[in-house]
């Protein structure tokens, strides 16, 4: 028998009729799997919205609550079969509704949000979801049930807001409980610090449970749902021509995601690769009764000459940064870049990347943590550097496929395709990954430099 973990994620449970077709998905696999969901579409956000009002304005906060209330109860009503059922589904709801409405009343009276405290709050809207869809499961006379990660063994390092799976903890407890005898339905985005306090995997972390979840069990494969065909060779917004590919390797699927492609958490394939899991990436829109994937992950089967130096895949974020750390010398003298790290670190300001010259070093960041990033910087600036300075309004594109690092011709053709656009390249960086490599750009020029890009693919690496 395989065995197969399956992930749903908020835009495949978002009306009514998603979260049914979701069910008629897991019938089709004819076989006893285990399904991870995230919350229902936006359920993530509204609750974040709840925690902003929580402290100051607990009557708004109480507004959230009744929506939130209200989407589930309904659709509770309408998932569950039979008076018993749907008794005891609703009784569920209410008891987890008014838990999280105590929390939230919580952090209006401390007056603050404890990092423990956040994630507990947050990770509410899979607890909400899991019973819904373990209820609509079994009214398709499919023997589901709901296992909790706190009652299954997933456990975390207890980063709270971040936090990373301890598959040597988690494997044996979570094989016991997940025998796939049985359809378990497990809430994604949570597992649980060592001292049994509720930490989440950072925003989109239900892909990554799914992961944890597929390797800690030995599963033979991980299952992807989406709303889109695959993985593609570019944001079809942006080139309407994209194709799907349908074999990618692990290391570029990591490194798409990365760069902006939003099909998967980019931390999926960190607990897959060593065990060989693939992960297929299926759309739930195109859902016809087959269980077919578009794109497969999996390990990388070689490149052969013919595909050397090839662009598979155009991905891009928008919304980055730069700061300039300047100054003659900065490139060559001791504890520059030691002291900038430093400074960010205890700000708790992530640098997304490094790129150095003599006399320039510069860090990019998300546009979000520019203004602070400058700010921290400019409040203790270190001997050597005579300016500090931000570029406003980036994007970073990044062309993906094997052999990209190790081929000759491909950095070559990408700028040559942005020069025949008259696109400035800001900043390129080639080498730091064997699979991609990547432009800043201003945001002005990114759609442009992405079809620029993307005319440089060649159909030939996608083949499977
Ligand atoms: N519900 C969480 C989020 O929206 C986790 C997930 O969707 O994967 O970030
Ligand atoms: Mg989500």
């Known amino acids: ?95 987890r509704l008014k838990e999280l409405e105590r929390l939230l009343k919580g952090i209006h009276y401390i007056g603050a949000v404890p990092d423990f405290t956040r994630d507990k709050i947050l990770s509410y809207g899979e607890r909400l979801a899991a019973p819904v869809v373990a ?60 001292d049994g306090r509720c930490a989440i995997f950072g925003r989109g972390g239900s892909d990554y449970t799914a992961a944890v979840i597929a390797r800690c069990t030995g599963a033979s494969s991980f299952d992807l ?42 931390r999926t394939v960190e607990p897959l690769e060593d065990a060989g899991i693939p992960i297929r990436v299926m759309n739930v829109e195109k859902f016809n ?52 790290a430093g400074r960010l670190d205890a700000a708790a300001v992530n640098i997304s990347s490094v790129i150095t010259a003599q006399t320039c070093i510069n860090l990019i960041f998300k546009k979000d943590d520019l203004a602070k990033a400058l700010a921290v910087l400019k409040a203790d600036v270190v001997g050597g550097v005579i300016a500090v300075e931000a570029v406003e309004d980036c994007s970073m594109i990044a062309a993906v496929g094997s052999g990209i690092r190790d081929s000759i011709g491909a950095g070559a053709s990408m700028l040559q395709a942005l020069a025949d656009e008259h696109i400035n390249v800001v900043l390129a960086q080639a080498g730091a990954s064997p699979v991609a490599m990547y432009v800043l750009v201003k945001n002005r020029d990114r759609e442009n430099a992405v079809r620029a890009i993307h005319s440089m693919t060649r159909e030939d690496s996608w083949e499977k």
């Open 1 to 95: 028998m395989d065995k197969i973990v399956v992930k749903f994620g908020g835009s495949n449970l978002k009306t009514l009729a998603d979260i049914k077709r979701s069910a008629k998905v897991v019938k089709a696999y004819n076989q006893h799997i285990i399904v991870v969901v995230s919350a229902f579409y936006g359920i993530t956000n509204t609750i974040s919205e709840a925690i902003g009002e929580a402290i100051l304005f607990p009557e708004e906060a109480g507004k959230i609550m009744q929506r939130i209330r209200s989407i589930h109860f309904e659709t509770a009503d309408a998932c569950a079969a039979g008076a018993d059922e749907k008794k005891s589904l609703l009784e569920i709801i209410d008891v």
């Open 135 to 194: 209820a609509l499961l079994r009214s398709e006379g499919i023997a589901a049930r709901e296992m909790l990660p706190e009652n299954i063994g997933l456990i975390t390092d207890g980063k709270y807001g971040n936090a990373t799976a301890d598959l040597a903890a988690s494997a044996p407890l979570l094989k016991a409980s997940l025998t796939f005898q049985e359809t378990a339905v497990v809430p994604g985005f949570y597992g649980t610090a060592k």
């Open 225 to 266: 749902w989406k709303d889109v065909d695959g993985f593609l060779s570019s944001d079809p917004r942006v080139v309407p021509e994209s194709k799907t590919i349908p074999f990618l390797s692990y290391a570029e699927a990591a490194e798409l995601a990365y760069f902006g492609a939003k099909v998967l958490h980019p």
């Open 289 to 340: 009764g087959t269980i077919e994937p578009y794109t497969e992950v999996a390990q990388d089967r070689g490149i052969t000459e013919a595909k050397d130096a090839v662009i598979k895949s155009v991905a891009s974020s928008e919304d980055l940064g730069i700061l300039q750390i300047e100054g003659p010398g900065v490139g060559s003298r001791p504890g520059i870049l030691a002291w900038a």
